[in-house]
């Protein structure tokens, strides 16, 4: 039985040697490599945070004191400390989520995995233990250096530093990078602190000279190691940066040093008031295929050969982030007023393409999606055509800048959503299902959902041509839909998938539901029942040949993989109403839930997004009886199986 197998809960380790710990720490190296490479989830990260972890746990004493993950993505570790080791279904239906998660265990606080909120929660949570007498209660905050390109961290730290009594320690994590390298002045800072020569040159030749006197002198060496990390730290100015916020600095420290992470963790529980311990460490460290890796060091994986760290994947279709990166290519080439902002995810959201053509036009601000948002207005005003390249469940904390700062200035600003819809194994805080709901009620705003490749390429060229309003492409995470041909198109450009002789049903899909329309209606037809498919391509603002189709039809249907409330089934209702049209609308989406990780298909299913609940509902409504079973649609279906 390895070490790892013996630990239950963190005060396991207390008994632990050094050399036990070392041989701990390798035993979880293999165990992420082995176990993530079969599941797929974020190594890298991980990897990365083995000896800080078992420092935290080793130091402080969780749940009583409150440890707190920025973004999330890096606990995996605390995990396995705090009695979580099957990861035979990580991030599956009833597995362990890639996040924390109460669910899971009490040793989890924050499930959000949104990055920069975990100074303010841990603002909050010390608040709470002062003013309610847990004076013997820490927190600790987790936090990626990435992280401290967000807006919302400084905003903490300066409230942080408003009361220095509290028992609240900031665990910088830094490795340079967030996704990718950390870009912005904060970057260029930290990273003077990691690779200036003197503080490296000092440190080593201090160590060597202790280390010629054998034991005792290594023993000295440790006793003094957290005093001279504070003579270092001003040394090489570092203490300055954080010196007007009134906030102790301890640092920099070796973040894969377990045991120097544990002297300095100390000194920060024991000082009694907040504190920064700044950890130098390496993504990915101890696996080479991840270290090397120059993309993001292994940041997020799918199914991979641990041996070699090559994907496993036999697919061979494009991606909807390889569409739009080829295509938004393209358009730059032609369009020199094009240019580019991300918010700290270059690869992820497909903009390395343009940059690394167009590098002065491309602008990574960091995981700032606010500052994205109306730098990009700017952008507008000075005469370019900004494309804002993030993920969906992102731009939920952008929402007020494009409302006044874009909407009201009649911007021409085109945000780009990747992971749009029911994303899957990443759980509740990443699918990307509330852009509908939230961004239809900008005035002036056009969303797109393309259903496919072609109609991808189509749309974006249509909204980087509207430079007075802002607009919206959707799609979601994964490869694109087979490509499927419209038998005609509207004078305002709804596409017609499919039209029976005769008019009983109208089924409105958004984006790729487009096909799970399709079928419904061949089950439709099965069963007797006429249908027409349209694809509105721009779902907002609501075409007029959309509602006059519905007003020739018996029912309308609305399909879409965003929230029923206040989602686009919605607004053609109201547009209906506005024009007199009595007839009925059913919508078809997404539960207003906080969807837990399962496969996309698992979720959907689960919304009743299938062909077989959908017909069986249809059917209900056109015959005016509500039915548990339709026996001809579950026929029709079976035939459809069959082929």
């Known amino acids: 039985m390895g070490l790892l197998e013996t630990i239950t809960g963190p005060r396991d380790l207390d008994a632990l040697s050094r050399e036990q710990l070392t041989q701990l720490a390798a035993e979880i190296r293999t165990f992420l490599v082995s176990e993530v490479s079969r599941t797929g989830g974020h190594l890298g990260p991980n990897l990365g945070v083995i000896e800080m972890t078992l420092a935290i746990h080793r ?67 010390s608040r709470a233990f002062e003013m309610t007498g847990q004076h013997d209660r820490h927190v600790v905050a987790v936090v990626g250096d990435g992280a401290l390109t967000g807006g919302m961290t400084w905003e903490a730290l300066n409230n942080i530093s408003d009361d220095n009594t509290r028992k609240l320690i900031i665990v910088v994590n830094d490795n340079g990078r967030s996704y990718a390298p950390t870009i912005g002045g904060m970057a260029r800072f930290l990273n003077t602190v990691r690779t200036r020569r003197s503080y490296r040159d000092l440190y080593l030749t201090s160590q060597k ?12 060496y440790r006793g003094v190691r957290g005093g001279m990390h504070g003579f270092l730290a001003r040394f090489s100015n570092n203490e300055a940066l954080y010196s007007n916020l009134d906030i102790k600095y301890l640092g920099p ?73 080829d295509k938004l290519l393209q358009l730059a080439e032609a369009d020199p007023r094009i240019v580019g902002i991300t918010a700290a995810m270059l690869r992820p959201t497909g903009l390395h393409k343009f940059a690394e053509r167009f590098p002065e036009r491309v602008h990574d601000v960091g995981i700032a999606e606010q500052h994205a948002a109306t730098s990009a207005a700017g952008l507008a005003f000075g005469g370019l055509h900004p494309v804002v390249a993030i993920y969906a469940t992102f731009i939920n904390r952008a929402f007020d800048q494009i409302l006044m700062d874009i909407a009201l200035h009649k911007a021409g ?50 909204a980087v041509a509207i430079d007075d309003a802002p607009t919206v492409i959707r799609f979601p995470k994964g490869n694109v839909s087979t490509d499927i041909p419209a038998i005609r198109r509207t004078a305002d450009g709804v596409d017609v998938l499919r039209e029976d002789d005769r008019r009983d049903v109208l089924i409105v899909t958004v984006g790729p539901m487009a096909q799970l329309g399709l079928d419904v209606a061949e089950l439709l037809n099965s069963a007797g029942v006429g249908s027409t498919v349209v694809d509105p391509r721009w779902v907002v603002p609501v075409a007029h040949s959309i509602v006059d189709l519905a007003d ?18 919605t607004r053609i209702r109201q547009e209906l109403r506005k024009a007199g049209v009595d007839t009925g609308v059913d919508e078809l989406g997404l539960p ?52």
Do not use: C
Request: net charge negative; glycine share 10%; no cysteine.
């Open 592 to 643: 207003d839930d906080f969807l837990q990780h399962a496969t996309r298909e698992q979720i959907l299913e689960d919304a009743g997004l299938t062909a077989e609940r959908i017909v069986r509902d249809i059917l209900a409504q056109v015959s005016g009886t509500r039915i548990p079973v339709a026996r001809p649609a579950e026929a029709a279906a079976e035939r459809v199986q069959r082929g």
């Open 59 to 125: 130091v402080f004493d969780s749940p009583k004191d409150a440890i707190v993950f920025d973004t999330g993505h890096q606990s995996y570790v605390h995990k396995l400390l705090t009695g979580r080791q099957d990861f035979t279904r990580l991030r599956e239906r009833g597995g362990l989520a890639g996040y924390p998660q109460r669910s899971e265990s009490p040793h989890d606080i924050v499930e959000s995995s949104h990055a920069s909120s975990s100074l303010s929660w841990a603002d909050g949570i």
């Open 209 to 220: 000279a202790f280390d010629r006197l054998g034991a005792p002198g290594r023993a000295v």
């Open 413 to 462: 600003v085109t945000f780009v959503l990747d992971r749009a819809g029911v994303t899957g194994p990443d759980g509740p805080s990443h699918h990307g299902i509330w852009d509908l709901s939230i961004l239809q009620v900008v005035p002036g705003i056009h969303l797109a959902a393309p259903r496919d490749g072609t109609r991808l390429q189509e749309e974006l060229s249509e």
């Open 253 to 325: 420290v070796d973040g894969h040093d377990e045991q120097a992470m544990e002297e300095a963790l100390s000194q920060a529980r024991n000082y009694g008031a907040p504190v920064i311990v700044h950890a130098i460490t390496q993504k990915g460290k101890g696996y080479a295929p991840a270290v090397h890796d120059e993309a993001d060091q292994f940041h997020a994986v799918g199914k991979i050969n641990p041996s070699t760290g090559a994907a496993i994947s036999t697919s061979t279709t494009p991606t909807w982030t390889g569409v739009f990166s």
């Open 552 to 569: 020739t039809h018996r029912l309308v249907i609305t399909i879409e993989d965003g929230l029923r409330v206040g989602g686009i089934g």
